[in-house]
């Protein structure tokens, strides 16, 4: 039994694969096609003056999607340059846009991130020119979702420019939406200051529409930010210009930040532990209880990691030295 069924699921997968190859010669020959469509259309004859721009673009661009049907990369790439060419020249910016755009996801799965940026670049471009923010938006957002880890200054400059796309078409939700991720980036890859630049036109968004639920919780964040900064000052003035939003004196949050701001000027880290450790900070995003894990008050220092093996000794001496350094305080 067990002999039939192996030779069974042989067959079967070898069926498959004969299948998906047929599939894939098809789409081949599809694209082919549309690709010799698209040169009779930009050919001139006695009762053709000019080259049927559009129709060539769109033939163009039925060959890419076929191509990449099939999974040929360097085809469907070539395919959607030509088509966006094809449109730009017949003025048709919101589609030359569409197919740069296409063309520029290629580029990034081939690991060409550059090309990958210029054609988005220039097709956003293109989206403003004909006066469509919301694509030019899309754009930039869905860029920097897919450039937030390799290339974490470009997706927040492409998430900032976004929310700003956003804020002319008066569109507030979106607006913290793009913020959010772009606070997201910055704090993990430790660009602080422009992070609380960020939140400060967060808490301004969610307030204009009333979410003040949001704005509390993004002063948690403010005062996680500024406390990682060591300006227990600036943390205590994003506390305050909370104070005057009805119903945060109630809350979790102010009582969350000011048991920690009190902690922090006490220099009490243990006290500050159990708030930075504890379920609302392990609750926000992750970035936040990260950060919150790297927050010391003054006057302590980070737990050592003691070496193993060979040298061992000289690391505790030297761990000594630096606690006697300390034992005092510096409060």
């Known amino acids: 039994m067990c002999f039939v069924h192996f030779v069974v699921t042989l067959f079967i997968e070898g069926a498959a694969t004969e299948a998906m190859a047929r599939k894939d010669d098809q789409k081949l020959a599809e694209g082919l096609a549309c690709i010799r469509e698209a040169e009779k259309c930009m050919k001139t004859s006695l009762f053709q003056w000019k080259p049927d721009l559009d129709g060539a673009a769109d033939e163009y661009k039925k060959a890419a999607m076929a191509f990449k049907g099939a999974g040929a990369t360097d085809q469907t790439r070539d395919c959607y ?81 976004a929310y700003e796309a956003m804020s002319l078409e008066d569109r507030p939700k979106q607006c913290c939406d793009l913020l959010n991720k772009a606070i997201k980036v910055m704090i993990k890859h430790r660009k602080l200051e422009m992070a609380m630049g960020a939140i400060k036109k967060s808490q301004e968004c969610y307030t204009s529409l009333d979410l003040l639920p949001q704005v509390f919780r993004l002063t948690v964040a403010a005062v996680l930010v500024q406390l990682a900064l060591g300006d227990l000052i600036a943390a205590e003035r994003a506390y305050g210009d909370s104070l005057n939003c009805p119903g945060f004196n109630d809350s979790d949050e102010c009582k969350i930040v000011k048991v920690l701001l009190r902690a922090y000027d006490d220099c009490d880290q243990e006290t ?36 193993t093996g060979e040298g061992a000794n000289q690391g505790a001496a030297a761990e000594e030295d630096d606690e006697d350094e300390y034992a005092g305080g510096i409060c």
């Open 81 to 161: 340059m030509k088509a966006a060419d094809a449109y730009l020249e017949n003025k048709n910016l919101y589609h030359a846009g569409k197919c740069y755009e296409a063309a520029a996801y290629v580029f990034r799965e081939q690991g060409d991130l550059d090309e990958a940026i210029n054609l988005i670049e220039k097709a956003i471009a293109l989206y403003r020119e004909q006066g469509t923010a919301d694509s030019a938006a899309q754009a930039y957002d869905k860029a920097g979702d897919v450039l937030a880890e390799t290339r974490p200054e470009k997706a927040i400059d492409f998430y900032v420019q």
């Open 272 to 307: 500050a532990d159990k708030v930075l450790n504890g379920l609302y900070v392990r609750h926000m995003e992750n970035v936040y209880a990260q950060l919150a894990r790297t927050i010391r008050v003054p006057g302590t220092i980070k737990k050592k990691e003691l070496p």
